[in-house]
């Protein structure tokens, strides 16, 4: 069964920081990545995703991961975080037209 | 175009009563999904229509839950009776083959809580 795992729970972080929130899967097959953010009482919304191509993907908001698939991670990073970055993290992983099996979330608090 | 809408976007019950979630799709999205996250634990899926059949109902917990998607457009989530344990937030996505690669667009969530 596919598994997801963020290795950190809380983050607390000052504005201009690098972030790297780590993320592994386990999945035998061929599978699509994703993170998505929900900033405070707004819904899930999608940062980036992955399919195939290069494994350096960008997303929105100056954010960008790496899909390393000898490490079946994808790990998110943005070199310079802001206030408004405040939210929390999923990483989510699928095969194609299936269910999102997610991690259990990462809460991101960047002080002023 | 409208995003995913849900209804309501909390509710309060007790004990033994019903409650019905309604998730209205992005329109002329074939795939509807649940999703649920009780407090301090993970998103997790709860079931997967393709149009008004029932893909991949895997993860509804039991019988006390009961879904559907009449005509393919929006669908309902009924819990009957509500237990305690039924707490959280039930999201619903959508998406559409072929655009942008089965990306799942999420509703604001309906957050229920049983007492």
């Known amino acids: 069964a596919q598994s997801v795992s963020q290795h950190n729970h809380h983050v607390i972080l000052s504005e201009a920081a690098s972030l790297e929130l780590g993320c592994n899967y386990s999945y035998g097959g061929t599978v699509n990545l994703f993170w998505y953010v929900q900033y405070p009482g707004q819904h899930l919304q999608l940062l980036l995703k992955y399919f195939s191509g290069d494994p350096l993907v960008k997303g929105i908001k100056g954010f960008e991961a790496e899909f390393i698939k000898s490490k079946f991670s994808f790990n998110l990073r943005k070199p310079s975080v802001q206030w408004s970055d405040t939210a929390e993290y999923f990483c989510a992983v699928n095969s194609y037209g299936n269910k999102l099996v997610f991690g259990a979330g990462t809460i991101l608090r960047v002080k002023s | 175009e409208a995003g995913v809408t849900q209804f309501p976007s909390h509710s309060v019950i007790e004990k033994g009563q019903t409650v019905t979630l309604r998730c209205d799709p992005i329109?002329?999205?074939?795939?509807l999904y649940w999703y649920r996250r009780v407090m301090g634990k993970e998103i997790k899926f709860l079931l997967h229509?393709?149009?008004?059949?029932?893909?991949?109902e895997s993860g509804m917990p039991n019988n006390r839950f009961l879904a559907e998607r009449t005509g393919g457009t929006y669908s309902t989530l009924k819990v009957q009776p509500a237990e305690l344990e039924d707490s959280g937030v039930y999201f619903c996505?959508?998406?559409?083959?072929?655009?942008?690669?089965?990306?799942?667009?999420f509703g604001p969530g309906t957050r229920l809580t049983v007492t």
């Open positions: 996505a959508s998406s559409q083959p072929g655009q942008g690669h089965y990306e799942q667009y």
């Open positions: 329109s002329g999205h074939d795939n």
């Open positions: 229509f393709v149009k008004e059949s029932k893909q991949d």
